[in-house]
């Protein structure tokens, strides 16, 4: 087949493609023009899911472009591997996340939220809007929406596999090699704000007589100003917590 290059992708890259091209050299038709991620994105995988391209063996940038008759190969992000001299796609590793989520992970959200990572909602961004904030903010966007992690301006993001909450702040949290940065609790739930410790005395005034009355110790968030106490929804929280970390530490 003139005029084409020989793609093939590892690892969870599959996931994007159709069930016969899965695993196995594909090839795809190639133009002057177009660049190794201009190939990787028409095969239906976006760029923010790639941390290494190999053409022909050698390792290349985004802005590669490709022969006919070029073998290359895509492989997901290597966040707990250390692939030393090669050429990463990304400019800059996943460290001190922060996160935009996309309005059909709400649930993922305050979970996010509840384990202490800074993630942030725009309920009514579009995916223009979205792009441009995880791009001007540099924050990773979480999103079900496979087009949207290919806008050029996208540079560090993650296709969210699973449906339920649960399950995706546990996939996100293994995926990106996070579990030694939850601080549960370090968050505001409502805006995401940093939660510190804050005298009774200087909240009394706007508890309820109840709460008044038999607790002592309070949080305030710093940017909406909402208080925090361990109320009966406590062991609910904890126990929640506790379920994550379990399951993230599976095998």
């Given amino acids: 087949m003139s005029g084409a290059v020989e793609l093939r992708s590892y690892?969870?890259?599959n996931d994007?493609?159709?069930?016969?091209?899965?695993?196995?050299?594909?090839?795809?038709?190639?133009?002057?023009?177009q660049t190794v991620k201009?190939?990787?994105?028409?095969?239906?995988?976006?760029?923010t899911e790639i941390d290494l391209i190999l053409v022909n063996g050698e390792s290349v940038d985004f802005g590669h472009h490709?022969?006919?008759?070029?073998r290359i190969a895509a492989y997901p992000v290597f966040e707990k591997l250390d692939i030393g001299p090669l050429t990463r796609v990304?400019?800059?590793?996943?460290?001190?996340?922060?996160?935009?989520?996309d309005v059909n992970l709400g649930g993922l959200l305050r979970l996010m939220r509840l384990v202490g990572f800074d993630a942030r909602f725009q309920w009514d961004a579009d995916d223009a809007a979205l792009a441009e904030i995880a791009a001007a903010e540099h924050r990773i966007l979480l999103t079900r929406d496979r087009g949207l992690l290919k806008r050029r301006n996208?540079?560090?993001?993650?296709?969210?596999?699973?449906?339920?909450?649960?399950?995706?702040?546990v996939e996100v949290i293994r995926g990106l090699d996070l579990a030694q940065r939850l601080v549960p609790f370090s968050r505001c739930l409502r805006c995401g704000g940093l939660v510190t410790?804050?005298?009774?005395q200087d909240v009394v005034e706007r508890l309820e007589p109840l709460t008044?009355?038999?607790?002592?110790?309070?949080?305030?968030?710093?940017?909406?100003?909402?208080?925090?106490?361990?109320?009966?929804?406590?062991?609910?929280?904890?126990?929640?917590?506790?379920?994550?970390?379990?399951a993230i530490s599976r095998p």
């Avoid at 800059?92 to 989520?101: A, G, Q, T, W």
């Avoid at 993001?157 to 995706?168: A, I, K, N, T």
């Avoid at 410790?197 to 009774?200: D, N």
């Fill in 154 to 169: 996208v540079t560090h993001g993650m296709y969210v596999r699973s449906d339920q909450p649960f399950e995706q702040i």
């Fill in 16 to 33: 994007f493609l159709p069930a016969d091209v899965r695993y196995v050299a594909q090839l795809r038709p190639v133009r002057p023009h």
């Fill in 197 to 200: 410790s804050v005298a009774k």
């Fill in 38 to 47: 201009d190939v990787v994105e028409a095969a239906g995988i976006p760029h």
């Fill in 11 to 13: 690892a969870e890259l």
């Fill in 212 to 246: 008044r009355r038999y607790y002592d110790d309070f949080r305030l968030c710093g940017d909406c100003d909402r208080i925090y106490w361990n109320g009966s929804h406590q062991q609910r929280l904890d126990d929640l917590v506790a379920r994550i970390r379990t």
């Fill in 90 to 101: 990304r400019s800059s590793p996943l460290r001190d996340p922060r996160f935009i989520v």
């Fill in 66 to 70: 490709p022969l006919p008759g070029d």
